[in-house]
């Protein structure tokens, strides 16, 4: 069985840096598209960043470009998230899934973490 592990959340000033990390075990990572997704309180989870299998192609949202690099290490079964400039709005609970390929559509992705929080005081 599949299973996803997200860390390196926490609290941070705007304008902080924080990188998010996803282990996986029990699948062929490097088989796989991994995407990221956040959900604030009260709000509908949204898609942040993708990346296909080989780290080729990567796929951003418009509110995060610029800011998030999306990356992947296939070699240690690990995807990353680094997460620059933060602001308040990026606050929300951030999980990371595997999916057949990189979309921004969250429904595609068939295995997910429990998520890690980020929290970005003003």
């Known amino acids: 069985q599949v299973q996803l592990v997200e860390s390196g959340g926490g609290l941070v000033q705007a304008g902080g840096s924080l990188r998010l990390s996803c282990a996986v075990s029990?699948?062929?990572?490097?088989?796989?598209?991994m995407g990221w997704f956040r959900q604030a309180p009260g709000k509908e989870r949204e898609f942040v960043a993708a990346?296909?299998?080989?780290?080729?192609?990567?796929y951003y949202a418009d509110s995060v470009k610029g800011r998030f690099t999306i990356s992947r290490e296939n070699a240690l079964n690990t995807g990353y998230l680094q997460m620059n400039s933060l602001k308040p709005e990026d606050t929300a609970v951030y999980s990371c899934?595997?999916?057949?390929?990189?979309?921004?559509?969250?429904?595609?992705?068939?295995?997910w973490g429990q998520g890690t929080q980020v929290t970005v005081s003003s």
């Open positions: 899934a595997l999916g057949p390929r990189a979309t921004t559509n969250g429904a595609l992705f068939g295995s």
């Open positions: 029990g699948r062929a990572f490097s088989m796989y598209a």
């Open positions: 990346i296909n299998w080989s780290g080729g192609s990567t």
